[in-house]
């Protein structure tokens, strides 16, 4: 058998390396072999030892292509019965084994040598130094396969969306991939108004703040006295009834506003909410609507209109004529059909507080003005909401000491 001069030159100065630092070193030996045919053609074998460079792990490969890029081996051989034997250093008898049988013609031969504190030597051989030195944790290969079946048959699961059926370790990395689900609340059971503040980081002011509504309000009270009117222009307009799964709410569109402590606040939208949250002398309505508006500092301010039982209302007849019946559906309403200033009683005096959307997230920073004179509703436009959504309204809240302007 035959091997390169230069290997046996190796041989030698390896004896004496290891010598030296056998006691407190681990030392790897990796082969980068290729097919005989290598040997004749200079370029082709430069170009697969490229290749196993990059089918290694990245130490490995770095360490080849340093190894490749320093060193060239002779094309003479030398035969490997003429080594020297029985020199007493265990790499030497090692690579000697290794090439025992072997006809090896022009090869590259990796050594690395590398310290480690109370090591011992692993598994010799180039699956040996990619396991120890490859991916750093010294797992054998078996256990490298298993791992990677294991992420790729959970990639796929998720991205099927079947990650239930996979193992809850591979499960976990999914789950925190996609985040938490969006939280749906209700106005019942262990999602209901007493549990907002505790379904969501978002929702703590549901439980937490100081400025909640809805109120109830006790004219004995209240602030009573002199108040600017509230000055409405509302206009025939587009709109859009969209069922969003916790009431009937229309999104309105055109020039709509109010104008009210000196800033205009133009109308988004409107909804409905039975009985009404809003109480006034402990009493609650039938039904109320509210009517939100924001200003261009991003400001909300609510109208609430107070609805009891009576005759139709023109608008809530428009409104439950293209009342969508299914949770995110939306009609749209003819054009020009909507115009709010029909919803509004003649007398348009009203209590005034600050407080809170009364839905999550509960903001607070809310101007409230609820309307003292309520309008009506029919029998029949109150039993087709309310078979839709029987009870969608949060309990009062505390007024913590809060001053409410009674309008006079």
Aim: net charge neutral.
């Amino acid at each position: 058998m035959l091997i390169p001069k230069a290997l046996q030159r190796m041989n030698h100065s390896l004896a004496s390396r290891t010598a030296r630092f056998w006691p407190p070193a681990m030392v790897t030996l990796g082969f980068v072999l290729g097919g005989s045919a290598l040997a004749a053609e200079p370029a082709a074998e430069h170009g697969a030892a490229h290749a196993s460079s990059a089918n290694a792990p990245p130490a490995s490969a770095a360490k080849a292509a340093s190894a490749d890029s320093h060193d060239t081996v002779s094309n003479k051989t030398t035969p490997v019965e003429t080594l020297p034997t029985g020199s007493g250093n265990p790499m030497a008898e090692k690579i000697r084994a290794a090439m025992a049988g072997t006809v090896v013609a022009s090869k590259k031969m990796t050594v690395v040598v590398e310290s480690k504190e109370g090591g011992t030597s692993g598994t010799s051989g180039a699956g040996g130094a990619r396991a120890e030195h490859g991916d750093g944790h010294g797992a054998s290969a078996p256990a490298r396969v298993l791992a990677s079946q294991r992420y790729k048959q959970a990639r796929a699961a998720a991205i099927a969306g079947h990650a239930s059926n996979t193992s809850p370790a591979s499960a976990a990395p999914v789950a925190d991939a996609h985040g938490m689900a969006e939280v749906h609340w209700t106005y019942e059971g262990d999602t209901g108004p007493q549990a907002w503040g505790k379904l969501k980081p978002d929702f703590n002011l549901c439980a937490n703040g100081k400025r909640q509504s809805p109120i109830n309000i006790e004219d004995g009270s209240t602030l009573q006295g002199p108040a600017e009117p509230v000055q409405f222009a509302y206009v025939p307009s587009n709109a859009t009834v969209v069922n969003n799964g916790h009431t009937i709410q229309v999104d309105v569109q055109g020039e709509n506003s109010i104008t009210v402590r000196g800033s205009n606040y133009r109308l988004l939208q409107f909804h409905f909410h039975t009985p009404s949250e809003e109480q006034i002398n402990f009493k609650r309505f039938p039904m109320v609507a509210h009517l939100v508006h924001r200003n261009n500092e991003g400001q909300l301010a609510v109208v609430a209109v107070l609805l009891e039982e009576g005759a139709t209302n023109p608008v809530i007849d428009k409104v439950w004529t293209y009342m969508p019946l299914d949770a995110g559906d939306r009609v749209r309403m003819p054009a020009g059909l909507l115009n709010l200033a029909e919803l509004l009683p003649t007398d348009q005096r009203y209590y005034q507080f600050m407080g809170s959307l009364t839905t999550p997230p509960c903001s607070e920073g809310v101007l409230w003005m609820v309307l003292k004179k309520p309008v009506s509703l029919s029998k029949g436009q109150y039993k087709l909401f309310t078979q839709l959504y029987p009870g969608n309204a949060r309990p009062v809240q505390a007024l913590n000491g809060r001053p409410v302007r009674e309008a006079q």
